[in-house]
């Protein structure tokens, strides 16, 4: 299949999203852009990676960033257009424009960061969202983090929440709700491997579709 597409996941946190998206994207032959967005967004901005960092999924705009200081304790250049401050919503602009020239390069796989909605309106966009029953999500974190389940669960409803605000904030549709999406998949369900073999069969669908 040759003819391109964006394919952007939500996830719950624990749900294996991240996973999934990444085996996706190597099945396809695709690139899978997670941390890369951050990366991407410092270099093109010049801004020092660590705020995109900071702000990574948060929706917060009260709190006024302090003065970026690079590596050695230097200013960044480019911020006298900014007023030499930067808000969370700044930053999101940067990333904003890093995911639309990343996907202006090709296929690919985003994970998280408000990208369906950045690249609502693309005819190659195809957004999915993973989720999956609590008590197995905490099972995952506990066994990825070393966590008592106690504070998986307290992880897993603070990261929940985090991303969830962030989304509502910048986006017009609900995080998680199956109306947002173009898929919505219960990876405690199907399993990791069987919410990749759905993923990447729907895409093979709808590219087919969208080649006729």
């Given at each position: 299949m040759s003819k391109r597409i964006v394919i952007c996941i939500g996830r719950e946190f624990g749900s294996g999203g991240r996973e999934i998206g990444c085996a996706v994207a190597e099945?396809?032959?695709?690139?899978?852009?997670?941390?890369?967005?951050?990366k991407?967004?410092?270099?093109d901005s010049g801004i020092v990676e660590e705020l995109f960092e900071n702000a990574d999924e948060k929706p917060t705009n009260s709190?006024?960033?302090t003065l970026a200081i690079g590596a050695h304790g230097q200013a960044v250049n480019s911020f006298t257009n900014y007023n030499d401050y930067l808000t969370n919503d700044k930053l999101f602009l940067f990333q904003t424009d890093a995911i639309r020239k990343m996907a202006d390069e090709g296929s690919c796989?985003?994970?998280?960061?408000?990208?369906?909605?950045?690249?609502?309106?693309?005819?190659?966009?195809?957004?999915?969202f993973i989720h999956a029953p609590l008590e197995l999500r905490i099972q995952r974190i506990c066994r990825?983090?070393?966590?008592?389940?106690?504070?998986?669960r307290s992880l897993i409803r603070k990261t929940d929440r985090s991303r969830a605000n962030y989304h509502n904030f910048y986006a017009d549709r609900d995080w998680g709700a199956a109306g947002s999406y173009d898929m919505s998949i219960n990876s405690g369900k199907f399993g990791v491997d069987?919410?990749?073999?759905?993923i990447v069969s729907a895409?093979?669908?709808?590219?087919?579709?969208?080649s006729q």
């Open positions: 099945k396809l032959g695709i690139p899978f852009y997670d941390k890369e967005i951050l991407k967004a410092a270099k709190f006024l960033y796989v985003f994970i998280g960061r408000c990208a369906d909605y950045i690249l609502r309106g693309r005819k190659d966009m195809f957004s999915v990825l983090y070393n966590l008592e389940e106690d504070a998986a069987g919410a990749v073999q759905l895409a093979e669908t709808f590219r087919a579709q969208n």
